[in-house]
């Protein structure tokens, strides 16, 4: 079980840091995503690390603003998300894979949290 936290509202510019936290699996097997969805549109990718953050990957969107991290010991991945704009506005989704032959894709994934929502304010 995938449970996130942390999102909520802020103004343009601002800082949040969402968590997600694996229970029930061996956490340090598993490649970890942050992806998003906005109404109306589809998940997209943010963010990936390895099983032992050695790699990590970032949609062109958020380069330089967010960063995805983990830490093993207590099954957890991290997204700090910096200078927000509007239109990171969505609900966040962490998902989990033991595959990374593409990382990006929602469809490599096979467990996947409940999402938080984050709001970004102009």
């Known amino acids: 079980q995938l449970v996130e936290s942390g999102g909520g509202m802020v103004q343009a510019g601002g800082s949040l840091r969402l968590s997600c936290a694996l229970s029930?699996?061996?956490?340090?097997?598993?490649?970890m995503g942050w992806f998003r969805q906005a109404p109306g549109k589809e998940r997209e990718f943010v963010a990936a690390?390895?099983?032992?953050?050695?790699?990590?990957y970032y949609a062109d969107s958020v380069k330089g603003r967010f960063t995805i991290s983990r830490d093993n010991a207590k099954n957890t991945v991290y997204l700090q998300m910096n200078s927000l704009r509007p239109e990171d506005t969505a609900v966040y989704y962490c998902?989990?894979?033991?595959?990374?032959?593409?990382?990006?894709?929602?469809?490599?994934?096979?467990?996947w949290g409940q999402g938080t929502q984050v709001t970004v304010s102009s």
């Open positions: 690390t390895t099983w032992n953050g050695g790699s990590t």
């Open positions: 998902a989990c894979t033991a595959y990374t032959t593409n990382i990006y894709s929602p469809l490599t994934y096979t467990y």
């Open positions: 029930g699996r061996s956490f340090s097997r598993y490649a």
